[in-house]
Nanobody
Framework: QVQLVESGGGLVQDGGSLRLSCAAS????????MAWFRQAPGKEREFVAA????????YYADSVKGRFTISADNARNTVNLQMNSLKPEDTALYYC??????????????????WGQGTQVTVSS
């Protein structure tokens, strides 16, 4: 089993930046995929970015490509999400997730078996 704890959320102005971190404990192997999802009230959970512990391959949702950067720190068992040029539409509860047993990197929330509690990101205009 894997335990995930997110941190780094908060309130930021339009155009600002935040850095989210996901600390993983338990079984963290190189074959695991790590991802960030987000969910706004009344909306479906949305894929944001995904990465292997090895650092490649990396996938981004079109809505965040060029603004967000996902990275993996193997020494600290931590996955980070650097968010720049934030917009009000980025406001959501951001979740860290882990998936095991896949030869590819999953991009759907139903494919991830482990989830953190989420960290709130609010972008004001």
């Amino acid at each position: 089993q894997v335990q995930l704890v997110e941190s780094g959320g908060g309130l930021v102005q339009d155009g600002g930046s935040l850095r989210l971190s996901c600390a993983a404990s338990g079984r963290t192997v190189s074959s695991y995929s790590m991802a960030w999802f987000r969910q706004a009230p009344g909306k479906e959970r949305e894929f944001v970015a995904a990465i292997r512990w090895s650092g490649a391959p990396i996938y981004y949702a079109d809505s965040v490509k060029g603004r967000f950067t996902i990275s993996a720190d193997n020494a600290r068992n931590t996955v980070n999400l650097q968010m720049n040029s934030l917009k009000p539409e980025d406001t959501a509860l951001y979740y860290c997730a882990a998936a095991a047993g896949h030869a590819w990197v999953p991009l759907r929330s139903v494919q991830y078996g482990y989830w953190g509690q989420g960290t709130q990101v609010t972008v004001s205009s």
